[in-house]
């Protein structure tokens, strides 16, 4: 169980990016975080990682706080971020440099295999399409089995096509171990397609504005009525989100 | 991780990343300096400028025969090619080792750059008194003497481009895990790799400028003592025949440090200039 506890996050500069967050997610489920520009959805991630510590509240993981990264969390950035001087499989190896060889080797070729780029495992990041460069970003995620999987924006900077390929991919990877995923997106199909519970924030300060259990069948089909009936209830939803705050709505920002 | 990886899997270079194979466009290079040449040798033939003084590049390269033929030169060239090889090491040794620990921690940059800073705008020459003085006038004085020249472009390439590394690839190393050392030679070491071998070509240059300097406290082998053998014995084509010698010996080293260092950015993905 990942617990989310009355976290905030107040930047040096003064800024509260996020205020008062709560979130408990179970083994294994997929909660989708959506929102506009600057309601902290990256934030959290960023908090949920260990990368950045919050001004106040906690996170846990099992009961144990999460202070720094930990093995048991991985996280799958905007950008695929490799190492340029790596080859792929190196690159997908980074993280389990702990291993011994031999089993580096069987881990690197499985996830490799598991993201279709078996083939590519000895070219060089640059050879690479942006999609691809993401895949081997997933699987060096995946690759020491991490019981928490956070995805911040993972798919935004690619295609339509290349994005609903590697959001299919996605589900597929997520049932070989069944990680706890958090997915940050500001694409709402993308959250509908993917999430168990979409949580949908506001910005200034940013904060939860409501969660939803979409009741769409899986395996949900983006064309279906129901899925996009939800997908415009959800819109409407962001779009009230993203509207500056009325007077009763205001946040006492200053406690913090 | 990344040997066992790569040697276990048995992964083949990718097409692009083969090396070029020679053409021989590289001999383009030659023709500014034989044309020089000529233009000089013509100069003196027609009498345009008397070659007393200046001799011209024949009797150089005659002065060159002669003295391989003796096995001086061969002498000479060991004996300065062993002291720049032994102060590039040990310069290069302390530039990284300072260079990443200094681009590393804020503190350690904020303790010795400043003091550094100041050090490298000493000439060569400056230190000469000083390294006899404190090493003696042998062989440690002058090896010290190249690995300081060695030493300033290894050490402010290293720490400057350690702090242009991408910040995001530092988080993935944080998210990772890694300790500060690994963070050093895994990720910032390799992400500055390309300004790295510039500036241990850098480094090798000034560690060529530097031999001579050295060669002048009191040396009785290498081409900087030809050269002032040349000078105290009014030969000027000796002088010039040290010169060539440390331009050709100079362009060698640079092109094997070129070469080497070549297969280790074949991932670049730089600019390919027009022909």
Redesign the interface.
């Known amino acids: 169980m990942l617990d989310i506890s009355g976290v905030s996050k107040r930047y040096p500069n003064g800024l509260l990016a996020l205020a008062g967050l709560n979130l408990a997610v179970a083994q294994g489920e997929i909660v989708a975080i959506v929102g506009g520009s600057g309601c902290g959805k990256s934030t959290a991630l960023r908090l949920v ?1 260990g ?1 950045d510590m919050p001004t106040l509240g906690s996170v846990s993981l099992d009961g144990t706080p999460v202070t ?4 048991e969390i ?2 799958v ?1 905007q ?1 695929p ?1 490799l ?5 792929i ?2 690159n997908v ?5 702990h291993l011994p ?2 089993e ?2 069987s881990r ?2 499985e996830a490799l295999a598991r993201v279709g780029l078996d083939s590519h ?7 690479l399409s942006g999609g691809q460069a993401q895949r081997v970003s997933l699987a060096r995620a995946l690759v020491g089995r991490p019981k928490v999987l956070l995805l911040d924006e993972p798919f935004s900077a690619l295609d339509a096509l290349t994005r609903g390929d590697l959001q299919d991919h996605l589900l597929d990877l997520w049932a070989y171990d069944r990680p706890t995923m958090i997915l940050v997106t500001h694409d709402i199909e993308e959250a509908l397609f993917l999430a168990d519970r979409i949580v949908v924030m506001q910005p200034n300060p940013g904060r939860v504005r409501t969660e939803v259990v979409p009741p769409v069948a899986r395996p949900r089909d983006r064309l279906n009525g129901e899925f996009l009936n939800w997908k415009y209830k959800l819109l409407r939803e962001l779009d009230h989100a993203s509207r500056p705050p009325s007077g009763d709505e205001s946040f006492p920002a200053a406690a913090i | ?2 040997t ?3 040697s ?2 048995g ?4 097409p ?2 083969r090396a070029s194979r020679p053409d021989g466009k590289w001999l383009i290079g030659f023709a500014l300096p034989v044309f020089l040449a000529l233009a000089w040798e013509l100069a003196v033939a027609t009498q345009m400028v008397g070659g007393r003084l200046l001799p011209t590049p024949s009797k150089v390269i005659m002065t060159l025969v002669g003295l391989a033929q003796g096995g001086e030169l061969l002498d000479h060239v060991l004996a300065t090619l062993r002291r720049v090889a032994l102060g590039f090491v040990f310069g290069v040794a302390a530039g990284t080792l300072v260079g990443a620990v200094s681009g590393y921690w804020t503190i350690v940059r904020r303790v010795i750059d400043p003091s550094l800073q100041a050090l490298r705008n000493i000439p060569s020459i400056a230190w000469v008194p000083m390294f006899i003085l404190w090493f003696g006038i042998f062989e440690t004085s002058k090896v010290i003497l190249i690995a300081v020249g060695v030493f300033f472009p290894i050490y402010l390439a290293l720490s400057g481009a350690i702090l242009g590394v991408d910040r ?2 530092v ?2 190393g ?4 890694f300790s500060h050392r ?1 963070m050093i030679t895994r ?1 910032l070491l ?2 500055t ?1 390309p300004s790295y071998i510039i500036a241990l070509r850098s480094g090798l240059g000034l560690g060529w400028m530097f031999v001579v300097a050295a060669e002048f406290m009191g040396a009785e082998q290498g081409l900087g003592f030809l050269l002032v053998d040349g000078q105290q014995t009014g030969r000027p084509a000796v002088i010039l025949a040290s010169i060539t010698s440390f331009a050709i010996l100079g362009k060698l080293t640079d092109w094997l440090l070129a070469s080497l260092s070549g297969r280790f950015l ?4 730089g600019f390919k200039p027009a022909e």
């Open positions: 990682s990368l720094a990264p930990r093995e991985g996280l950035f950008e971020r190492m340029p001087w790596l080859t499989e190196q190896a980074f993280g389990i440099r060889a031999a580096q080797v690197v070729s495992a000895g070219h060089w990041p640059r050879e | 991780m990344s066992e990886i790569a276990a899997a992964v083949p270079d990718a692009a990343v995001k690839l988080e993935v944080r998210i990772f895990r690994e990720i390799p992400a790799l074949k991932w670049q993905d």
